[in-house]
């Protein structure tokens, strides 16, 4: 194989040169932050509400499920009050303007709302559940949900998170770093089939081993960067954690993306040559197929362990390969990962095709 060739998954190259750390960007590596992050926490805390008709949730509510599947939000009764209403919200904090209402439901009728509630339903297994049943995931799906029971005289609510499996990867310009403003970040990652990535995504990816040098977009409007190997050039001695620059201006500002993609209903494969990119195009269009998007082929990376150990073009023009079981003849970095040859000229005659169908 041949080209210059970057690392795109675990490492990568840049200089950010302004940057703030505490507690929260450092990630409670240490056991004094640690301590002290709790006791605010505690400090600050109300008690919880003892709940007289809803179950308590388990000490930490999470469900998983990925991208296209079905899940269930569990919320029990354990007794009833004479009238009452259920109301399932999804918790935006950024949100401005009404709540994310996702449905209301009475003893006679059903009422779904907004872009989620098509997909909604009460499970009703038997006549204490309000749980809320899920179907055909999508990205935007994750996130904090309430269980709220409404009777007009002691209100009372659960909460729980639901958790997206899947991946993040950064995202560059093929005109070069720090390209993008935060809606062109979106833009750049709904293009190949992701959306930008939460904090807590990303600080999931860190704990999985991303280490990258270049800050992206974010989600909520900030702009962080992983780092597991300290290196000069990428924040010097600091420790390892989310170096962040904080909230930045939406328009003016340009950086990476951070993207976060699930898995897809597809597969990606590997057609063998020598093709420009128009060749790739075409030889995808043979097998029925078109070349795969940046997301779909780290998807398949990640939830099928794809492994392919030559260079193939992709439907942004560039070229990457993904690698799940490392070796010194494909790239001879030790770690997996999507690597890439960034964007060639599309007139070059180097590589096969990914292609997604």
Known sequence: MTGHLHLLNFTGAGRATVFRMNCAVILLLTSGCFTWSSAVYATNRAAPKKLKYLIDPPVYAEVIGRRGGNV???????????YYK?????????????????MISNAHAFKPYGQV????????????????????????????????????????????????????FPYQSKNGRYQF??????????????????????????????????????????VHYPIIRPRPV???????????????????????AFCFTSQTSGSVFYISGSFSFEQAEHACKRQFAELALVGQLYAAWHFQNYDQCDGGWLRDGS???????????????????????????????????????
């Open 234 to 256: 990428c924040g010097g001695e600091l420790l390892p954690g989310i170096r962040t620059y904080g909230p930045k201006d939406k328009n003016r500002d340009r950086f990476d």
């Open 319 to 357: 070229v990457r390969f993904p690698i799940s079981n490392p070796r010194r003849r494909c790239g001879g970095l030790p770690e997996a990962g999507v690597r890439s040859f960034g964007f060639p000229s599309k007139m070059t005659h180097l590589y096969g095709a990914y292609c997604y169908r």
């Open 117 to 168: 509630g098509p997909r909604a339903s009460l499970r009703n297994a038997h006549t204490m559940d309000a749980s809320l049943l899920l179907r055909h995931l999508q990205l935007e799906d994750g996130g904090t949900y309430r269980c709220e029971l409404i009777n007009g005289i002691e209100d009372e609510s659960v909460i729980m998170e639901l958790r997206i499996e899947g991946v993040v």
């Open 72 to 82: 269930t939000l569990p919320c029990m009764l354990k007794t009833k009050p004479n």
């Open 86 to 102: 259920v109301k399932w919200t999804k918790l935006e904090p950024e949100r401005v303007g009404p709540e994310n209402i996702i």
């Open 181 to 222: 403003t935060f809606q062109e970040a979106k833009e750049a990652c709904t293009d190949q089939d992701g959306i930008l990535a939460t904090y807590d995504q990303l600080y999931r990816a860190w704990t999985e081993g991303l280490d990258w040098c270049n800050a992206g977009w974010l989600r909520d409007g900030t």
